[in-house]
Each structure stands twice: as structure tokens, then as C-alpha cells.
T-cell receptor
Framework: QKEVEQNSGPLSVPEGAIASLNCTYS??????FFWYRQYSGKSPELIMF????GDKEDGRFTAQLNKASQYVSLLIRDSQPSDSATYLC?????????FGAGTRLTVKP | GAVVSQHPSRVICKSGTSVKIECRSL??????MFWYRQFPKQSLMLMAT?????????EQGVEKDKFLINHASLTLSTLTVTSAHPEDSSFYIC????????????FGPGTRLTVL
């Protein structure tokens, strides 16, 4: 079992819709959870992080964490074509961060 | 977010030469920096963890004598690809952890290495 699992996609949504990206992790002791966006040919950029159960909102983005289910998700409201990218989930524990393989999102105009 | 710079952004070299890539945290101190490699259409692969003032920790399968890492200060880590070969051509990305800010990890812009 991979430490951090994501559906590779591609996930395709129409412009204006809600995009839902999911991530599961294997280490129940994981402490913090991060979402990064990576455009083709560029390095990842941090979108947001979460470390408590529940929802955390930042603009059009909402991160959701359920530690009991070992599940973290990212919702993108009012998706725009510029949101088309690969989204990486990362899990941190004890000075070690592990990345999922990423989900490729395409937002169609 | 914090800024991490990487230099050079792109390098082309001949097979057998060595290439040094620098990674700097510009507005925070990073006791830990990370080096990743990413091949086209693949995920990030952690190569090594660089700790200021101590030896780097390499991931399984990464040759420490080929990929030399030095983390001499709290804002600078370097990766030297020694005796580069065409199969080392890749996108090398560093990141730095801001230990004073929820351990957020910020990435440099990456270095695209092409070995002829």
C-alpha cells in the first residue's frame, strides 16, 4: 500500500463546477496535510494545509480532513480553466513529508 | 508564502561533466531542505533530505556519491550531479521547510537538466 494515494485522473469538470480531489494516507500518526498545485513544467506551489479534523476554507478552496478515515480532500468551487493542473496531496509526520502521485484536473470552458 | 530560489533554472551539459544546483530560502531559515527529481508526466520523487550542518539522508536507490548534497547554512543547500549521464536528464526541484510556520514546505522553481 502506498503511503499517500491519489486517483491519477484525469478528472474533468466544466467551468463553474465544483472539483473534488481526494487523498488517502496509510500512517494513522500523520500530523499535517498539504495540497499543492503543479502546472506542467513548473514546480509545485502550496495551496493550503490542514491539521485538524473538519473543513478549512480559503477563497474558492476548501480542505477537508477526516483522520478516522485517513482521508483528506480538496474542493475547488467555481472551477476555472486556469485551475487545470496536477494537484498533489502531501502528508507530514515527524519531519518527513510524503507526496501522492497527484491528480490531473482539467477544467473545460 | 515564503520564497525559495533555485539556480540555474536550466542547464545543458555534456556527458561526464558535473553540475551544481543551488537552492536558497530567501526570507526564512530552513534547517531542512529537500531535493526531488521529476521525470516527464511522473510524480515527484524524493532523492534526499538535506539537514543544515550534518550529512544528507538519501532515499533508497539514490547514489550518494553521484548526487552530492551540501547544506552549509540555514538558507543554502546545493546538489551536485557528478559525472552526469543522459539518464540524469530531469527536472530537479528543491524545497525548504519553514519550521517556524507549521512546517509548511515551499518549493523552488526547479532546474531542468539536460545531459547530452
Amino acid at each position: 500500500q502506498k503511503e499517500v494515494e491519489q486517483n491519477s485522473g484525469p478528472l474533468s469538470v466544466p467551468e463553474g463546477a465544483i472539483a473534488s480531489l481526494n487523498c488517502t494516507y496509510s500512517d494513522r500518526g500523520s500530523q499535517s496535510f498539504f495540497w499543492y498545485r503543479q502546472y506542467s513544467g513548473k514546480s509545485p506551489e502550496l495551496i493550503m494545509f490542514i491539521y485538524s479534523n473538519g473543513d478549512k476554507e480559503d477563497g474558492r478552496f476548501t480542505a477537508q480532513l477526516n483522520k478516522a478515515s485517513q482521508y483528506v480532500s480538496l474542493l475547488i468551487r467555481d472551477s476555472q480553466p486556469s485551475d487545470s493542473a496536477t494537484y498533489l496531496c502531501a502528508v507530514w509526520k515527524n519531519n518527513d513529508m510524503r507526496f501522492g502521485a497527484g491528480t490531473r484536473l482539467t477544467v473545460k470552458p | 508564502g515564503a520564497v525559495v530560489s533555485q539556480h540555474p533554472s536550466r542547464v545543458i551539459c555534456k556527458s561526464g561533466t558535473s553540475v551544481k544546483i543551488e537552492c536558497r530560502s530567501l526570507d526564512f531559515q530552513a534547517t531542512t531542505m529537500f531535493w526531488y527529481r521529476q521525470f516527464p508526466k511522473q510524480s515527484l520523487m524524493l532523492m534526499a533530505t538535506s539537514n543544515e550542518g550534518s550529512k544528507a539522508t538519501y532515499e533508497q536507490g539514490v547514489e550518494k556519491d553521484k548526487f552530492l548534497i551540501n547544506h552549509a547554512s540555514l538558507t543554502l543547500s546545493t546538489l551536485t550531479v557528478t559525472s552526469a549521464h543522459p539518464e540524469d536528464s530531469s527536472f530537479y526541484i528543491c524545497s525548504a521547510r519553514d519550521s517556524g510556520n507549521y512546517n509548511e514546505q515551499f518549493f523552488g522553481p526547479g532546474t531542468r537538466l539536460t545531459v547530452l
